[in-house]
């Protein structure tokens, strides 16, 4: 197969949700029909089970298992799919961030009964940043739900994007008949099978005013039917796949994870209308994944948590070219040539060594404390992919060395806890103090002890109230300046250098927005 071909059948995308939507269940189900798994229940996934939240070594241990599961790749009518998956926990929410960054398309898991979460919304807002195309299955239509047109204007409004239903479901909960597909034009009949591994019954309905949809669902919600479809046609403009690749369009499936229906359907349009491996931005210039040479970056570092097994996983998506093993490649922020003899790919539960990797797929890279999110690896030149911000993060507590002959320890267990991505380290400009600025409050937890089992460096935390932190800069030099010495107490530096404003309140952040204009407030490191 030619490098053209193989990108052309290459869907690399994640499945969001708030927790408890179905994410993990939708995954699994996915991975039925690709044939990579055989019975249900076989995904670990990085889902954290409840009740384990005060244990955060479980939760850990948890992510270490996930580690396999992390990418998911399978084949499915010569269509090689590898989902990214993300942790369920929002704690690990940056986790999650940034492995949008490395996708070309999004599926967004909705509760039918709950509509559009809080993280859910939270999540679009990242996929917004880089016109992530996405699509919407709304799930556990087996349980009494949400009025389908209710849900679809919900999800416009909360998610700010555009839908256009692809299926349309006959009622909900104890009366779900199933599934009118406007797509296929035509019926999927509910069954309630778990251990379906083929989808339900299927009816070709071309035209809805057939006597043949009273037969199968009766005349009543036949008729109820009849007057949905006709009410989305007239509402809703024909679905335009190009919207929907600019970001602009989500197209809507319902169905029922669990009960695996609804999912062919979803999996079959994914297929035909989800993106295959897109450009990539540098600073420098555009990557189109057909050019020759390879290039890619890291996205994601994944630490061991057990202690006689102490390397790295670092995750590398391939933008362009063809990557091969043992071949020498760049490494842009050191400038070393490095080859790795074991770069590992992830088809469903194995992790296997591989031989190359083409644009769109993830290869896993050993490694010992030498990358960082964000490093480059190319043929030669000297490429930085961007799109791979950090986050301006919400939680924030002083760290201060509790032993003092461990100075060097700290600042080097800190110093790669930050490559790694697992926070954030700022300056105060007003005491020098430093300050660990994370997404998530169990994240201190982790810090502490993976300074302490790992660099042998002990911690202790001070709290200190910030509402955000945020990345300022201005053309307007003299008002940035003002700005900077009228907020000094509140002012920091990040890793780079670079300004930050530490605001107390949202309130006052707003009151900052409102009287210095010319300065611009940025929520992701990248601007
Ligand atoms: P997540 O990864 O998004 O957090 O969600 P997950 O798939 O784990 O699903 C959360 C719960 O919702 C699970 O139940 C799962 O069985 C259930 N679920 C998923 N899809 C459907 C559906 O279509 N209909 C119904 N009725 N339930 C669904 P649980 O009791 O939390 O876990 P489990 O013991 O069943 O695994």
């Not at 179905?22 to 699994?28: I, M, R, Y």
């Not at 790749?73 to 369920?88: A, S």
């Not at 380290?425 to 502490?448: C, D, P, W, Y």
């Amino acid at each position: 197969m030619t490098l053209q071909e193989e990108i052309a059948r290459r869907r690399t995308f994640a499945i969001i949700s708030h927790p408890d939507a179905g994410k993990t269940t939708l995954t699994e189900k996915l991975l039925l029909f690709g044939g990579a798994i055989h019975v249900a229940g076989a995904v670990k996934s990085n889902k954290i089970k409840k009740g384990a939240t005060s244990d955060f070594m479980e939760i850990e241990r948890q992510r270490g298992i996930s580690v396999a599961t992390s990418v998911m790749g399978f084949e499915y009518r010569d269509v090689k799919i590898n989902i990214l998956d993300t942790p369920g926990h929002e704690d690990f929410a940056e986790d999650t961030y940034r492995t949008l960054t490395a996708v070309d398309s999004v599926i967004i898991v909705i509760d039918g009964a709950k509509g559009v979460e809080t993280q859910t919304r939270r999540l679009m807002n990242v996929c917004r940043m880089r016109n992530t195309p996405v699509m919407v299955f709304i799930n556990k239509l087996d349980r009494p739900c949400k009025d389908p047109f209710d849900l679809l204007d919900e999800v416009e409004r909360e998610l700010k994007i555009r839908v256009r239903p692809l299926a349309f479901p006959i009622s909900s909960g104890a009366t779900f008949k199933g599934v009118y597909n406007l797509y296929e034009h035509n019926l999927s009949l509910f069954t309630s099978d778990e251990r379906l591994t083929a989808d339900a019954s299927t009816v070709e309905i071309d035209d809805l005013a057939s006597a043949e949809l009273d037969s199968r669902i009766g005349g009543s919600y036949a008729a109820q039917l009849r007057s949905d479809v006709e009410l989305v046609e007239g509402v809703y403009d024909a679905f335009d796949r190009e919207a929907y690749l600019r970001g602009e369009l989500a197209p809507v499936f319902f169905g029922s994870a669990v009960n695996n229906f609804g999912v062919r359907e979803l999996l079959e349009c994914f297929i035909r209308i989800a993106p295959s491996p897109r450009q990539s931005t540098t600073e420098t210039r555009t990557i189109e994944p057909s050019e020759p040479k390879m290039s890619g970056f890291v996205f994601k570092i994944h630490a061991n948590m057990d202690p006689n097994h102490r390397d790295r996983i670092a995750f590398l998506k391939i933008c362009s070219g063809m990557f091969e093993r043992n071949k020498n490649y760049l490494h842009v922020r050191s400038g070393k040539q490095l080859k790795f003899s074991s770069p590992t790919a992830f088809m469903a539960e194995k992790k296997s060594v591989i031989d190359f990797a083409y644009p769109g797929d993830i290869v896993g890279l050993h490694d010992t404390g030498n990358f960082k999110i964000g490093d480059t690896f190319t043929e030669g030149e000297k490429l930085k992919f961007t799109g791979i911000p950090s986050f301006s993060p919400e939680q924030f507590r002083y760290i201060e060395n509790a032993d003092p002959m461990k100075f060097k320890q700290l600042a080097k267990g800190i110093d790669q806890l930050m490559d790694e991505g697992v926070a954030q380290l700022f300056t105060s400009s007003l005491n020098g103090r430093k300050i660990i600025g994370t997404v998530g409050a169990l994240q201190f937890e982790v810090i502490q002890y993976r300074l302490e089992h790992e660099y042998g460096a002990s911690c202790r935390w001070e709290p200190i109230s910030i509402h955000k932190a945020c990345w300022v800069e201005s053309d307007n030099a003299e008002q940035l300046a003002d700005f900077k010495r009228r907020k000094h107490s509140n002012m920091a530096v990040d890793k780079h250098g670079r300004d930050v404003f530490l605001a107390d309140t949202s309130y006052a952040l707003a009151l900052a927005q409102e009287n210095f204009k010319d300065v611009r407030f940025h929520f992701t490191s990248e601007f």
